[in-house]
């Protein structure tokens, strides 16, 4: 396969800024555009991950990105995976690149989100097992990360303590983050102390919903060398589904099916796509950024993504090694612990860091030599995605 290169990345600081999704857009899009040195004018392909509310569409994202940039005739498309959406889009882009259809693209994922947690839209939907989920079990994204919570302590022993340790190591990575909404060292005892929202999760423990953009300009390595760009490759983009019997919790469905001693899980298989498209493994990675929902979610990804051995992940976090210094730095960004979710725009922002990592930029926060990077995204109706980014 041809390789992809990433010749630019941009993104807009997340918080809780109460303006319209496209103004962070295209502050992100000029960001990435200036970052790569190509104008507006060359881009030929801008790629959109929509910003939706549980089931529902909100906007068409490539054509409003690209009106808001300015019409320049280029081919649109608008990408929706959930979680996942920033990984989905970047595959779309890379595509039409690598089928000669286009030669630069910009990719842009945006997001304004609600107050509190994201809930479902009024109105009666029994066909939408997101509107269902909350209509007959009464769960919010916040239950679902507690049930995989417990299952961690159950299966592996793991403890409240460790949980807030990994907000802990999380926080302290986002003080140099200058995107980062949340850049305030916490400690243990103030993750205990915080109210408890779903046993064993505590407010600290779970990520908030954030305003926020982050955006990628792809071009080809050709493309790249002939006008000089320092890129980084695109090694792989793996955005497989489950198989049945699925056999762990896949918001927002809930399977009770038997399973099939030896079968990879879902989360695994995501990892396990990317490392055999960019054809690396798991010992070749320097630096992750894995989807921290929750403090508990970010030991499973360790772990799904063959970082380590299954029940391990709490063993290299308490010896230091997910810690930037350590073996294997997971979410040097500070993670959607310190940035919030914005839906579209948080697997786009993680290869954002990754490209930083690799090119030496990620000032205060830097992972030594770094050269391979993994992200790690799961959405919503079996969307998953990993993005290997090399050097």
Request: glycine share 10%; hydrophobic share 45%.
């Amino acid at each position: 396969m041809s390789k992809i290169a990433i010749a630019g990345v941009g993104m807009h600081p997340w918080g809780k800024w109460g303006k319209n999704f496209v103004e962070y857009g295209v502050v992100a899009a000029r960001a990435a555009l200036e970052d790569a040195g190509i104008a507006w004018t060359d881009v030929d392909l801008v790629v959109g991950g929509e910003t939706v509310r549980n089931g529902y569409a909100g906007y068409v994202a490539g054509s409003t990105f690209a009106s808001a940039l300015g019409w320049n005739g280029a081919r649109i498309a608008t990408s929706y995976a959930a979680c996942a959406t920033g990984a989905q889009a970047l595959d779309t882009a890379r595509a039409r690149i690598l089928a000669g259809l286009s030669e630069v693209a910009l990719v842009v994922g945006a997001d304004t989100t609600p107050k509190g947690f994201l809930a479902p839209n009024a109105g009666e939907r029994w066909d939408d097992p997101d509107w269902l989920r909350f209509r007959l079990l009464g769960m919010t994204n916040p239950a679902y990360f507690a049930l995989y919570a417990r299952r961690r302590m159950d299966v592996f022993g793991a403890t409240s303590e460790d949980f807030a340790a990994v907000k802990v190591k999380n926080a302290r990575h986002g003080l140099a983050n200058p995107y980062a909404r949340f850049r305030k060292e916490v400690s243990v005892e103030d993750v205990l102390s915080s109210p408890m929202v779903t046993d064993p999760l505590r407010l600290l423990d779970i990520c908030a919903t954030s305003d926020g953009a982050a955006a990628v300009v792809l071009c080809s390595e050709e493309y790249a060398k002939k006008h000089g760009i320092d890129s980084v490759t695109l090694a792989a983009i793996s955005t497989v589904t489950p198989q049945f019997p699925n056999t762990v919790i896949d918001m927002p469905l809930l399977a009770t099916d038997a399973g099939v001693p030896g079968e990879r899980t879902f989360k695994q298989s995501i990892g396990d796509a990317a490392y055999e498209e960019a054809g690396i493994s798991p010992s070749d990675v320097d630096v992750a950024e894995v989807y921290d929902l929750s403090t508990a979610l970010e030991l499973d990804w360790i772990e799904d993504l063959s970082l380590c051995a299954p029940g391990e992940a709490e063993a290299l976090l308490r010896a230091g090694d997910t810690t930037i210094g350590g073996r294997i730095p997971v979410n040097p960004s500070g993670g959607l612990a310190c940035f919030g979710e914005a839906v579209p725009a948080q697997a786009l922002a993680q290869v954002c860091e990754l490209v930083w990592q690799l090119r030496g930029q990620a000032e205060g926060r830097q992972v030594e030599n770094a050269r391979v990077g993994i992200t790690a995204n799961q959405g919503l109706f079996g969307h998953g995605s990993a993005v290997v980014v090399t050097r």
